[in-house]
Nanobody, 116 residues
């Protein structure tokens, strides 16, 4: 059974920082891309950042220059460093991992709330 466990969410003031972590366990059969998505109330889930198996990052325009994605393949872990947070970053953040068969796995989500 594959599990993605996120941590690091919380409440922060605008301009502050948070670091999200996600650890993947179970038989996922070779992780390819990993990433973070978010869903704000009343909105669709959207891509925040992804990182390929060779470490190439991709960011949504709204977070470029503020967020940094990284991964530790040996630990099956992916991280999201979020700086200069804005109230519009408030959402539930979901970890994603895709295996070599292009099957997607999701975490349960962690709440990030940015107060103005």
């Amino acid at each position: 059974q594959v599990q993605l466990v996120e941590s690091g969410g919380g409440l922060v003031q605008a301009g502050g920082s948070l670091r999200l972590s996600c650890i993947v366990s179970g038989s996922i059969f070779n992780i390819n891309a990993m990433g973070w998505y978010r869903q704000a109330p009343g909105k669709q889930r959207e891509l925040v950042a992804t990182i390929s198996s060779i470490g190439s990052p991709n960011y949504a325009d709204s977070v470029k220059g503020r967020f940094t994605i990284s991964r530790d393949s040996a630990k099956n872990a992916v991280y999201l460093q979020m700086n200069s947070l804005k109230p519009e970053d408030t959402a539930v953040y979901y970890c994603n991992a895709q295996n070599r068969y292009y099957v997607n796995f999701w975490g349960q989500g962690t709440q990030v709330t940015v107060a103005s």
